[in-house]
């Protein structure tokens, strides 16, 4: 690389969480600076953040509009390359889409959008535009999640049988969070799912990469269990898979005191692996008729994808900036040689695509369609 | 006690592992003695596995017709006080129907029996004869289990909302063991469930005895995985509990290399439990705003009935065996008392029961009426 | 074997939970029947203890002397074949030394005895008269432990060059126990070393055995927290091994909120393994280029020695109860042997011997210098 | 802050693990640039790695005195602010005497200096010229070792009484890395400490940090396992400390395997705590009477010194690059302030200083040698 790819952001003012963990993860390696960013839709709070990022005025914008048609005309050197896009799940298709068009290359915080209509269409700009679009899927991200699915792929485990992917959280088990105001429980805001849609979608992203297999239908149920909220805060599904495998997904934001329990066990003919995100930097290995393994990122025996997604020796835990890190340096890394023309190099484009950004639409699609109704299996349509 | 509790066994000769483990069982704490058996429908073999057992060639006999029988005839100081029945499943009913008629207790092994409808009218016989029947649903004797319901019990955890119970297996995730003929993989001695009947009834039981709730119905799955089995393999369930609490059941003994995973995860308003059959003596207790707390087995903090349950000192590993044992232990003494005409301590009467195998034999049918029909919702009916 | 071996216990009386624990063990397996027994040096506390284990009055003594002199004159079909001495240290060199000249096998509780001095006159009692004689060191009676020894021996590791054993408790973390009068505080009771006798002892033996190494020398510091305490209640120690293995061992009882933590990692020039007694039936073994391995006892790939020493299929746990029981059952299927004059099964020989009772004794003696010298190092003599 | 922090860097070029790290800790928050850097002895790799960090060539330089010297006649508004030094251990104290004597604040690795007489010297002109000085002890900075040091300050465990600290890592179990040279196991580079000044440093830091207990005199022992090899790769000590507190620390790395096991365990008369680097989010709180406690990081109820120290919110792991960037953010806010002429947040001076520098040599002194003597006992002297 020559220089530090640009970054512009939207989103990430005041005690929003992903917004400052997008700068974190885009500074770690030292490949992107951040240029210019519209962090609220209140101009003087965008202000304010910029200037505490040490921002010039004049790359603080009122709105997402004004920052990606002020940046298109500026200069080539000086403007920003790409956008990152960390606002609420309502405002995600707007930004992406103008900034698509405007020639910018786009990061889009996950689910990817309100409804699958726009998930739909937005799939169509990034195919039209030829730009590269990147959905921050962290947890696919981790080194060790690499390995799982290239384990999978060189047929370790065999034929995939049964997969279990759960996702349970517990800060939304009472109310308290719904009388602050947070988006995530606010339909206006969040779309049809609330926990289905904020990591249920994560889950499902899980399994689909991990395993490489496409889910084709689904039969579960959503709850509400917290008085008065208005979108599922738990939810499980049993779902087939292409070529006979089953799985069963859980999400639940009640499960009180568990923090970010993301885990996810595979079970092919020959063997079987269980990862969990809280502890990310180890996998079970099992096998019929030999010992289980542990296997640790940063040792020699691991494939190349995991090792190129580290950075630490052995036994110096990596976490989830680091995973978050992976996307940004990775789409850097691409974006670089694409700004030079050249081919990425394979390894630097592993990072969550518009299609996977449409199946987690899909995904919410379904599930929702299923709580809703006494009919058996639901389509995962697209 | 006056004197050790005397036992007749049907079933466990050689090669049988739960047989000698209900042998192991009983022995444990001194309070009871074998006293005659018919451990093998082939004589020879009855009577190689009795002599084995330094028993009196007249006291192993032949087939259970006669066992039952000639110890009715024998003197009341010494013949069997009960008959303790560890065959395949198709010879379940037939001995427990006939030794209660005869005037014994029963010691049963699960699942109760090969068809619900022999589980209702094993039910009416012990009504009826008022005799005393155990069901040797081994898990829920863990002195951890106990605690975990009477904290559901006495409200630590609040209302019940969402309980995921699992029983992983991978031993038989290939052809071999059906190959052996291995009777829990045949439809015409196992039943009409395989790894429902087997493992999937300990799950639904420990999330029932835990919880204090009643399912109600069933939304569920059944796999076969390997090619040329009869039975099921594997499967999953949707649960929806008596007072909204929500369920996922799954079982499964094609994941490959897991060993016998049994684990349950119940969540409340209030807090969480975690237990796991693999480190019994462990629990982990979640609350929404203070550290988890991990409780141990024969510490001062634990109730008393998980006392009562529990023989050495923390730290020193209480395992399978010593659950059984409870089994038995609480069974001879209840059994002392009433053989003495007394009231039972009711600490000795806590071992499932009659009704507890004609819910597992309700949860079978309803798995497996599910597993066979495109309506999503099935009712668990006795 | 064609009958049960017969058993005498010396100690055992109400509220000793080390007696219980040896008569579970004895009763587990079937091959052991309590004949007789002087249960307390109080004759009111041994009769009623005798009588709550059926044992008939006649067989229940009120000495020691009485008993082991009472039962050699029964005929051979009728006395006890060995006695079980459960008592506090100062009282098992006496009734030892009795039993063995009058031609009891014996099973003696560790430490072996209560000065070294004992310890060497009792193994020369011991090569005189030719009995069977085990020294209760359960801890290597777990599977786990002896496929440790195993995979030592047979070279998987290397030859050994660095031992850590740990043995932390916390029960005696403050004085309530000493107000209780426990004997392990009472010199008078317990011997020169408090910790270090009741548990250092297991940790010194259990890195013995795994490693086959004998120690040559130590450089220790012993401790006495509590006030007002006599004896140590924490220590430490470097140990030096034959061939230049290095150890460390440490020993407290006052690592507060610790239940039973006796652990030991062993690593060699190709590999390492690490054992925990609080979840015995997993073992770690680390390699250097390859990932770490958790083995699991009853799998398949296990050692001939540590399936022997198991009861029940993988995931079953057994503890601490089934590892004194293989001592037993061990002692009892050697014991039949050499009272049918036949040479015993290799593989019932394996239990801690005399040999064992004096390596402790010696271990006490060197600690207990150490701690008093400003010189470094102290042969460990015997 | 006004603007970012100016870096420069002294060692850090190709293949240099730490140099890398100490880069992406002082990015990750975005607080700091690096100006500048003289990354290797060899001109043309210094140019090299300078240009692959997108500086321009002027501010690469060819040794560090060159840099320090024409850094320091640049204008205040362009030179560098402080030096940071990742060099091996026998170039620590040349540029960091220059560094404070041109006026610049110093980060510096660990161990401080070659010798315990560079460490006096260098205290001297910390204390005489009033400069920032940072030593990256990486682990303190981990919140939760944080947490530990504020429970025991603010008596949760009472009174401690033992200490146990090991850090056994596996990696120099055979001559490889030896035979490529590597400067930890040159003492030419390395010091007269292999092991013990590489890691054992790192523990006996750890525990004086989180105890807040002074260690007095110590009693060691250093191994060399690997043939040829110069220096200890393995050692152990008892340790004595002020108040009566005892010690045991080990440090290996040819415990093989093992990763980079850096552990604590610390009892006192209350309760105890324990903690492993490799799970840092982590900690094990024990108590006499009630459960075990598992605190994890990001939750409610950790202090606030903790949650300073974390950027995430609970279940999302935290690592070493995180602990690593803490000290960076740490030391940058500190040094805003300095050099804004304000008082820093006292959380910001949280941070190794030279004080520590000084009593790591003054350890690497005493068990340097212990190691060489027949004497138990070896006073830590400074």
Redesign the interface.
């Given at each position: 690389?020559k220089?530090?790819i640009r970054m512009g952001m939207v989103g990430g003012g005041p005690g929003a969480?992903i917004g400052?963990?997008h700068?974190?993860a885009a500074?770690?390696?030292?490949l992107i600076e951040?240029v210019c960013g519209c962090f609220s839709s209140h101009p003087e709070k965008s202000l304010a953040t910029g200037r505490a990022?040490?921002l010039p005025d004049d790359r603080i914008y009122a709105s997402y509009q004004e920052m990606i048609e002020r940046e298109a005309a500026l200069p080539e050197g000086e403007r920003m390359d790409f956008v990152s896009i960390v606002t609420p799940n309502h405002v995600h298709f707007g930004p992406a889409m103008l900034a698509l068009e405007k020639g910018f290359h786009v990061v889009l915080d996950k689910p990817m959008t309100f409804t699958l209509d726009e998930a739909l269409r937005l799939r169509d700009k990034v195919k039209e535009t030829g730009k590269l679009f990147m959905l921050t899927h962290t947890y696919t991200a981790y080194p060790m999640v690499k390995e799982a699915r290239e384990r999978v792929r060189r047929g370790d485990l065999g034929k995939i049988?049964?997969i279990?992917v759960?996702y349970?959280?517990?800060?939304l088990?009472?109310d308290s969070e719904d009388k602050k105001g947070a988006w995530r429980v606010d339909p206006s805001r969040s779309g049809k799912a609330g926990c289905m849609g904020d990591i249920g979608t994560h889950a499902f992203n899980l399994a689909e990469y991990i395993t490489g297999l496409r889910a084709v239908e689904l039969?579960?149920?959503l709850?509400t269990?917290v008085p008065g909220r208005s979108l599922d805060d738990?939810g499980?599904a049993?779902i087939r898979y292409e070529g006979g495998a089953?799985g069963?997904l859980?999400a639940?934001q009640?499960?009180?005191?568990?923090?970010?329990?993301l885990n996810i066990?595979v079970?092919?003919?020959?063997?079987?692996l269980e990862w969990r995100?809280?502890?990310?930097n180890t996998m079970?290995?099992?096998?019929?008729?030999?010992?289980?393994?542990?296997?640790?990122t940063s040792?020699?025996?691991m494939s190349g994808i995991a090792a190129w997604n580290t950075?630490?020796?052995?036994?110096?835990?990596?976490?989830?900036?680091?995973a978050f890190a992976n996307l940004y340096r990775n789409f850097a890394l691409a974006l670089d040689a694409v700004l030079a023309g050249e081919e990425p190099d394979p390894r630097t484009l592993d990072f969550p695509s518009v299609e996977e950004g449409v199946r987690g639409m899909s995904f919410i699609e379904a599930i929702v369609s299923s709580g809703d109704?006494?009919?058996?299996?639901i389509k995962i349509a697209n």
């Amino acid at each position: 690389m020559k220089r530090k790819i640009r970054m512009g952001m939207v989103g990430g003012g005041p005690g929003a969480f992903i917004g400052a963990v997008h700068r974190i993860a885009a500074n770690l390696d030292g490949l992107i600076e951040l240029v210019c960013g519209c962090f609220s839709s209140h101009p003087e709070k965008s202000l304010a953040t910029g200037r505490a990022l040490f921002l010039p005025d004049d790359r603080i914008y009122a709105s997402y509009q004004e920052m990606i048609e002020r940046e298109a005309a500026l200069p080539e050197g000086e403007r920003m390359d790409f956008v990152s896009i960390v606002t609420p799940n309502h405002v995600h298709f707007g930004p992406a889409m103008l900034a698509l068009e405007k020639g910018f290359h786009v990061v889009l915080d996950k689910p990817m959008t309100f409804t699958l209509d726009e998930a739909l269409r937005l799939r169509d700009k990034v195919k039209e535009t030829g730009k590269l679009f990147m959905l921050t899927h962290t947890y696919t991200a981790y080194p060790m999640v690499k390995e799982a699915r290239e384990r999978v792929r060189r047929g370790d485990l065999g034929k995939i049988r049964r997969i279990y992917v759960e996702y349970p959280q517990g800060w939304l088990y009472s109310d308290s969070e719904d009388k602050k105001g947070a988006w995530r429980v606010d339909p206006s805001r969040s779309g049809k799912a609330g926990c289905m849609g904020d990591i249920g979608t994560h889950a499902f992203n899980l399994a689909e990469y991990i395993t490489g297999l496409r889910a084709v239908e689904l039969c579960g149920e959503l709850n509400t269990f917290v008085p008065g909220r208005s979108l599922d805060d738990d939810g499980a599904a049993l779902i087939r898979y292409e070529g006979g495998a089953k799985g069963v997904l859980t999400a639940s934001q009640i499960a009180v005191g568990v923090e970010n329990g993301l885990n996810i066990r595979v079970y092919g003919e020959k063997g079987g692996l269980e990862w969990r995100q809280e502890e990310p930097n180890t996998m079970i290995l099992r096998w019929p008729d030999r010992p289980m393994e542990i296997i640790r990122t940063s040792n020699g025996y691991m494939s190349g994808i995991a090792a190129w997604n580290t950075r630490v020796p052995a036994g110096h835990p990596e976490g989830y900036i680091e995973a978050f890190a992976n996307l940004y340096r990775n789409f850097a890394l691409a974006l670089d040689a694409v700004l030079a023309g050249e081919e990425p190099d394979p390894r630097t484009l592993d990072f969550p695509s518009v299609e996977e950004g449409v199946r987690g639409m899909s995904f919410i699609e379904a599930i929702v369609s299923s709580g809703d109704t006494e009919s058996k299996w639901i389509k995962i349509a697209n």
